[in-house]
């Protein structure tokens, strides 16, 4: 079945320095969607990537989506103690209809002061 | 800025009993999903509804469960007989589009007894 999965599983840098995380999925899809979850809260979008798009950019995100090896990258630059958080790749496969995402098992980020 | 509300934040129930979780999604969305992420474990599509109908829904979302608009606001979520493997947090979610960010509500954290 699809799936999302990210590694690593937890990522712990200190402030300043970039955070690279990176997410493989097994079938065809539309788009891919990066999200953020901080502890025990709901879930905040931050950048998706369509299945025709290489890399985006979005402040300080870059995503880069590899369409034959089915992975995508997220890269968080010059991170923040704000930016610990767990991050998730979520997949749209949808033939027709609303979406369904799935989501990965998600990287848990911690940035130290 | 818009944003999806959901209420209960958290609900106690004993095992067996009915719940019902309820989302207010963003106003001009047409399109509404609810997820559920287990303690630790990924977030997991349950069903996404659309014209007042149920467009897709995953092996979780059972006849156990059932979703409702029941007025121009509301979108629910009905657990009847609810069982220990129900705990979770319940996240409603909605979209402009088939394609595209969904906006997901703060979720309900369910505990069942």
Redesign the interface.
């Known amino acids: 079945s699809q799936q999302g999965e990210e590694d690593p599983q937890a990522l712990s840098i200190q402030e300043g320095e970039n955070a690279t995380m990176n997410c493989s999925y097994k079938t065809s899809i ?2 891919l ?1 990066w ?1 953020r979850q901080n502890s025990g ?5 931050l950048i ?1 990537i369509r299945s025709n798009e290489r890399e985006k950019h979005s402040g300080r995100l870059r995503v880069t989506l590899d369409t034959s090896k089915k992975s995508s990258s997220l890269l968080i630059t010059a991170s923040r103690a704000a930016d610990t958080a767990s991050y ?1 790749c ?1 997949t ?1 496969a ?1 033939i ?11 990287t848990r980020l911690t940035i130290n002061p | 800025e818009p944003e999806v509300t959901q209420t209960p934040s958290h609900q106690v129930t004993q095992m067996g009993q009915e719940v019902i979780l309820r989302c207010v999604p963003i106003s001009n969305h047409l ?3 609810w ?1 559920r992420q287990i303690l630790g ?5 349950l069903v ?3 014209n007042n109908e149920i ?2 829904k ?1 092996e979780i979302f059972d006849d156990q469960f059932s979703v409702e608009r029941p007025d121009g606001s509301n979108f629910t979520l009905k657990i009847r007989s609810t069982k220990l493997e129900d705990s979770a947090m319940y ?1 409603c ?1 909605s ?1 402009s589009g ?10 309900t954290r369910l505990t069942v007894l």
């Open positions: 539309n788009n969607q999200y809260r709901g879930l905040v979008h998706l998730f979520a749209d949808s027709q209809g609303a979406q369904k995402l799935v989501f990965g098992q998600g | 399109y509404f999903y997820y474990q990924k977030v997991e599509f996404s509804f659309y467009s897709e995953s996240f979610a979209s088939t394609v595209g960010e969904q906006f997901f509500g703060p979720g």
